[in-house]
């Protein structure tokens, strides 16, 4: 009974069945037993939806896979099915039923904040920043919390601009971004005044001029991408010295002045943390590593050097919580 009472408050925005108490004339019998067919039919669904969530915490999705099946032959346009279906789908990488089923959950429940959290995953993964970016704007004004995961967006889609607007809005409401204090030194922020009078018109010439800069540093953006994936190879063997050479206070300049650069540059932030960490600064090296993680993507070796370093930081810092999260991911 307790199980049952448990599983009807999660999924209390459903209601599974339904009584007529107006219908007093009902055959008694026949009542018990549609009641009983009622019943028995949501217990199915409640044991197979369990049993799916159980299985994809322990990273079981073919298995969470089958019982969610089993739901959906029950239920098939139930929300909760629908979001764990998508979740499972995601899991599994298969981004393509993933999308199918939380378009079909959003479709039902617009508003629903986690489905749209999901979709927001989805592109995530897919690396569709730009669709990504759509639904986490919504997302941020729905809860200021998400104000982070915007903020990540705008540094990946290097919209400087936006971003310092964020952070002058992060500022000003008091929201909590973790390692705030590093992304307004990555972007030179400074607190913006708001003009109030209207900008002045721009003559034509000079408008011209304007697009002529426009795209000669679209051009110039585009050449120093180029150059960057040989670059970062050469850096690399730079930082490795330091490390051999133990030269920690230019291993951290250098890596600063990296990240400075190359925002998105997962491996600048790595020694960036190195160094910190060596020169007996872990809680700063523990926010730096965790910023680098932002910018991880399908890089396994690069990961689980990350994850090493942050188990070694919080194991000097005495987070036993932490070591032991990051000692799960490196598994």
């Not at 209390?12 to 009542?31: G, I, K």
């Not at 897919?126 to 540094?155: F, S, T």
């Not at 180029?226 to 010295?241: G, P, R, V």
């Not at 000097?316 to 598994?331: A, D, F, I, P, Q």
Request: hydrophobic content about 40%.
């Amino acid at each position: 009974m307790n199980r049952l009472l448990a599983f009807v408050i999660i999924l209390c925005s459903f209601n599974l069945w339904a009584q007529d108490d107006s219908v007093e004339d009902m055959d008694s019998s026949v009542e018990e037993k549609l009641d009983l067919k009622a019943e028995n039919k949501f217990l199915n669904f409640e044991d197979h939806f369990i049993s799916a969530v159980q299985e994809r915490v322990k990273k079981n999705p073919d298995r969470a896979l089958e019982h969610l099946q089993a739901c959906e032959a029950i239920f098939p346009d139930h929300a909760a099915m629908l979001y764990e279906k998508a979740k499972v789908y995601y899991d599994l990488k298969d981004y393509t039923r993933a999308h199918e089923y939380c378009d079909r959950l959003i479709q039902q429940k617009p508003d629903y904040f986690w489905g749209k959290k999901l979709k927001t995953d989805l592109f995530l993964a897919e690396q569709n920043l730009e669709d990504a970016l759509v639904i986490q704007k919504q997302l941020y004004k729905e809860k200021p919390g998400e104000a982070y995961a915007l903020l990540k967006l705008y540094v990946r889609l290097r919209d400087d601009e936006a971003a310092r607007k964020l952070i002058a809005e992060i500022d000003k409401n008091a929201i909590y971004v973790p390692n705030i204090a590093s992304y307004k030194k990555r972007f030179k922020y400074k607190k913006a005044v708001v003009a109030k009078d209207k900008p002045e018109k721009v003559m034509p010439q000079k408008k011209i001029e304007s697009r002529v800069e426009e795209k000669t540093e679209e051009e110039r953006i585009q050449k120093a991408d180029q150059k960057d994936l040989k670059k970062t190879l050469e850096i690399k063997k730079d930082y490795t010295a330091l490390v051999r050479a133990r030269d920690y206070h230019k291993l951290f300049a250098l890596s600063q002045e990296e990240i400075y650069k190359h925002p998105v540059e997962p491996l600048h932030y790595l020694y960036n943390g190195i160094a910190l960490a060596k020169l007996e600064k872990p809680a700063e090296a523990a926010d730096i590593l965790e910023m680098g993680l932002d910018f991880l993507f399908d890089n396994n070796k690069l990961k689980s050097q990350f994850y090493q370093q942050l188990i070694d930081v919080y194991n000097v810092l005495k987070n036993e919580k932490k070591v032991t999260h990051y000692r799960k991911l490196k598994s």
